[in-house]
Structures are given as structure tokens and as C-alpha cells.
């Protein structure tokens, strides 16, 4: 069995407790009272400006007893990333695309930011390297990144999700040995699928969106501060079948 804690938007600068209500939910994780999770996993939005003060306190609140593996966001800027979550003195330009291993699993964190914009794609740099991620693959791998690539229902969020995202489906279909693909972006819970295999979208942590049936047509009255920060567990089994359960975090 493998457990993978997923949350996102953490939006470190974008209120006064960003960096309050990040830290609850990485506490949370650290005080678990077993040692199963095989990763933690934050989808974007690390940083709300990409200065590199807010990365120097993401790093200290990300700091975990488990492996945190992260991938950038639109609000992210790639070259601090690199420099201050990354430890690169001199960042490389390009996508920040990383794959990390565990015992049971791959990790394939892609970066879907478009530099200055709040849409995303994956470039043809990422999809060459995700492929070659998959032909070497000996364990399942946890495909990761950012912007949902399907419609959510939510029209602010629709406007600014993955575009272009036939070329990654025409990868993944078919392919057993990917269990799900694992986004944010949207600041809300959500399961769906994609390419066949389940896309599950971590809720938000600096804040929750709206849906329009609650009120939230329109970005500026969607995103709602007062709801608690929240995060999913998503659960691979023997049988190779996925639970996700959402839990909030008071």
C-alpha cells in the first residue's frame, strides 16, 4: 500500500497567514502517530510573488520528517525557485521538472507555469522528458503538476487551466502503470479523470474557491480566506486501486 499526502496553493506572501495556516498543515502531517506516508506533495503555488524571502520561509515550513516533493505554480517564478528551493547558484532556464524515487513508488513533478501568465502547458521539453520518465519505469509513477487539464465546472478557474493538454493525454492513455494525476491550481477538492486514469485535485491551503452554485461566478468574489486550510490523502492499494480521502485541518 502506498499513502501520499497532497496539498497545494500555499500562496506563501499572499495574506498575513499564509505562513500560519501552511505550517498547520505540515505540523499535522509530522504529528501523524505512523510512518506510512510514503511522500508529501505540494502542487504549486509555492510562493504568491516568487520573491526570494517567500521561498526562504516556504522552505522552513515545508521542512518535514517526510519527503516533500514540490513543482511550481503560475505565481511561482522559476529562476528563485531554483536558486532558493532548489539550491542552484546558477538556475539552469527552462521548465523545472523533477523525478524523485522512493521504494514504492516514482514521482514525475512537471512544470506546467507559462512564465507571466496564469494558464499553463506542459512544453514540449516536459512531455519528451515525462516520457522518458515512463519508459524507464520499474514501480508506479504519480504524474504531478500544477493546472488541471480538464474543465471543473468553476468558470474563473476553466479560463486559466492546463491548455493544450492532447499530447499528455495521447502519453497517458492506456498507461496502467500511472495511478492517477495528482494537480491544484483550483483551490478546491476535486476527482475526475483524465487519459483514463483518475485526476485528483488537491484543495487549497491559503484559501478555498467557491463554486458557482455557492456564489463564486466570477474571480473576484470565488475565493473564500475564512474556510480552513485542507489536504488529501491519496491511497494506492495492493490491488492497484485508489481512495482519496480529503481532510480538513482546523
Not at 521548465?95 to 507555469?113: H, K, L
Not at 490491488?239 to 480538513?248: K, S
Request: aromatic share 4%.
Amino acid at each position: 500500500m502506498i499513502v501520499i499526502a497532497h496539498l497545494s496553493d500555499i500562496h506563501i506572501g499572499a495574506t498575513p497567514d499564509a505562513v500560519a495556516r501552511a505550517d498547520r498543515v505540515m505540523r499535522y502531517l509530522d504529528a501523524l502517530p505512523c510512518d506510512e506516508l510514503d511522500a508529501v506533495l505540494v502542487t504549486g503555488d509555492i510562493a504568491d510573488h516568487g520573491l526570494a524571502e517567500e521561498y526562504e520561509q516556504a522552505g522552513k515550513v515545508l521542512a518535514s520528517r517526510h519527503a516533500v516533493l514540490t513543482c511550481p505554480g503560475n505565481h511561482d517564478v522559476r529562476a528563485e525557485y531554483r536558486r532558493v528551493l532548489l539550491g542552484e547558484p546558477e538556475p539552469r532556464p527552462g521548465p523545472v521538472n523533477q523525478v524523485r524515487r522512493t521504494s514504492r513508488a516514482i514521482y514525475a513533478m512537471c512544470d506546467s507555469s507559462i512564465p507571466g501568465e496564469n494558464a499553463g502547458r506542459l512544453e514540449e521539453e516536459t512531455i519528451a522528458w515525462l516520457e522518458g520518465v515512463l519508459e524507464g519505469a520499474d514501480l508506479p509513477v504519480f504524474v504531478a503538476f500544477h493546472h488541471p487539464p480538464v474543465t471543473l465546472h468553476s468558470p474563473p478557474l476553466d479560463e486559466i487551466r492546463l491548455h493544450r493538454p492532447q499530447r499528455l493525454e495521447a502519453l497517458l492513455a492506456g498507461r496502467t502503470d500511472v495511478p492517477a494525476v495528482l494537480t491544484g491550481h483550483a483551490h478546491t477538492p476535486a476527482a475526475t479523470t483524465f487519459a483514463g486514469r483518475p485526476l485528483l485535485v488537491a484543495p487549497g491551503v491559503v484559501s478555498t474557491v467557491r463554486l458557482p452554485w455557492e456564489g463564486g461566478t466570477t474571480l473576484g468574489n470565488c475565493i473564500d480566506f475564512d474556510l480552513p486550510p485542507a489536504l488529501a490523502f491519496h491511497v494506492l492499494d495492493d490491488d492497484g486501486r485508489m481512495t482519496t480521502h480529503y481532510r480538513v485541518v482546523p
